[in-house]
């Protein structure tokens, strides 16, 4: 049962007022901690912001918070949930609440904050770790898969000052054979990634973005991704490394002349068409190792999305384009706009929609990749809850930063865990994208 619910204002990686909640149950306290995009889409469930602009430039979340403390604490209590059996009835129960379509009235930081202390509330109440509490919440019973790390090392796009358009681009160790290993591999390549930078744009040019990937003066696609390349190799690890890229297109999507602008943070005008960026990204899949491509085309630009999946040989990730919403996920599909979830869990606002995302994709014969968000905290919930839904891969930015290693430490820990406890797992490899299905 639920004795308290306590919810208050505590700060981000970026330096951002968050939702902190804290609940008790007769187990002990648990607590969460919710993120907060940049490159949000129009279709993402609501944060609510005070829009108080003598605190926190407007960003203040302090109406969040009451909201926890005032309304949803209160009422949850009153309904005696128990949190080890009914997390999809306590998050169904806060959605009726709010009453709106995008949880703006209450917020979707103030729902989803209860939503995860009440996950790790109902593992403890069972006296079992999060994963395997998650994996029941989800009706999963095949083995837990630790994912590939797919290490965002250059930032771009709105989370650098950088003059790149493109947002991330990531390596991802799919030739590990382990977590620890598919982390010292990254870390690796991260640190030969420094010096090469280093040398060639000299000492200034090695501060880093709101990933913790670095941002050199680099422009180009293909600039950045040759860094990559270099990297791999003077780390040692080529051919076993391969690439992921989210431009975060929406960001640079012109929607009046339906153009993409890689100008856009030189104030130059460097206007591609839909068929343009088609051309680019064949250009950057036949020379690069490239394995993901993630929002390729802006949230609403269907037909260019229609088009190029239907002769992309990778994965194609829908960001913005999904929203981690199931009507999204739906009118993709019935589209076939692209074949991948990104699953975040602030973008739909609670762990229940978030695992019914998931396993919606999964029946529509997608692949799913769960996700941090650019503003991140050092809760580390999206770890375990990757493990639970065998999803194969996940980002969290790169291996620097405490926000972003809080998941990759929580990754490992995991897979000793499993280890010591002699439960059956595996890691995802290069099978990552259909590692839920064994
Ligand atoms: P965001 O970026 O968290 O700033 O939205 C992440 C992404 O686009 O994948
Ligand atoms: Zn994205």
Redesign the pocket.
């Known amino acids: 049962l639920i004795q308290s619910v306590s919810a208050a204002e505590r700060l981000d990686s970026r330096g951002k007022p968050t939702v902190q909640v804290t609940l008790t149950t007769e187990k002990g306290r648990f607590s969460s901690l919710v993120?907060?995009?940049?490159?949000?889409?129009d279709y993402e469930a609501i944060e609510l912001r005070d829009g108080d602009n003598s605190r926190y430039h407007g960003q203040g979340v302090t109406n969040a918070v009451k909201n926890v403390i005032d309304t949803l604490g209160p009422k949850l209590i009153a309904k005696k949930f128990c949190v080890g059996t009914q997390q999809r009835e306590i998050d169904d129960f806060m959605c009726e609440l709010d009453g709106s379509d995008d949880k703006s009235a209450l917020g979707a930081n103030a729902i989803l904050g209860i939503s995860m202390a009440v996950a790790r509330a109902g593992a403890a109440a069972k006296g079992v770790p999060l994963y395997e509490h998650l994996a029941q919440v989800a009706d999963r019973n095949s083995p837990y898969v630790l994912p590939v790390p797919f290490f965002n090392v250059l930032n771009g796009g709105?989370?650098s000052g950088n003059p790149m358009a493109f947002?991330?681009m990531m390596v991802a160790p799919v030739g590990a054979t382990s977590m620890k290993e598919a982390v010292r591999w990254g870390s690796e390549t991260y640190q030969s990634l420094k010096s090469i930078i280093t040398s060639k744009f000299g000492k200034s040019a090695i501060g880093i973005g709101?990933?913790g990937g670095f941002a050199p003066p680099t422009s180009e696609p293909h600039e950045a991704l040759d860094l990559l390349i270099a990297a791999i190799k003077d780390a040692g690890h080529e051919g076993k490394i391969k690439i992921g890229v989210?431009p975060?297109s929406q960001e640079f999507y012109e929607e009046k002349s339906g153009t993409y602008n890689l100008g856009m943070k030189w104030d130059t005008a460097k206007s591609l068409s839909k068929e343009e960026m088609r051309t680019l990204y064949h250009k950057l899949l036949d020379k690069y190792p490239i394995v993901l491509l993630?929002?390729p085309f802006g949230q609403d630009d269907w037909e260019a999305w229609t088009a190029f999946n239907e002769e992309c040989p990778v994965e194609l990730v829908g960001?913005?384009l999904l929203a981690t919403n199931i009507r999204r996920i739906e009118e993709a599909h019935e589209k076939k706009a692209c074949n991948a979830l990104?699953l975040?869990i602030n973008q739909i606002g609670s762990i229940t929609e978030s695992i019914d995302a998931a396993k919606r994709a999964y029946e529509l014969g997608w692949s799913v990749f769960v996700?941090?968000?650019?503003?991140e905290t050092t809760d580390d919930f999206i770890a375990d809850l990757t493990v639970a839904l065998a999803t194969g891969h996940l980002?969290s930015g790169s291996p620097c930063r405490g926000e972003r290693v809080a998941k990759y430490n929580r990754l490992m820990d995991i897979e000793d865990e499993l280890e010591a406890r002699n439960i059956p797992n595996k890691f995802a490899g290069v099978g990552f994208r259909t590692a839920h299905q064994a």
Not at 35 to 41: C, E, L, Q, Y
Not at 371 to 375: F, I, N
């Open positions: 993120p907060s995009g940049a490159s949000k889409g709105v989370h947002q991330e709101d990933e989210d975060a993630e929002d960001d913005d990104l975040k996700s941090h968000r650019s503003g980002k």
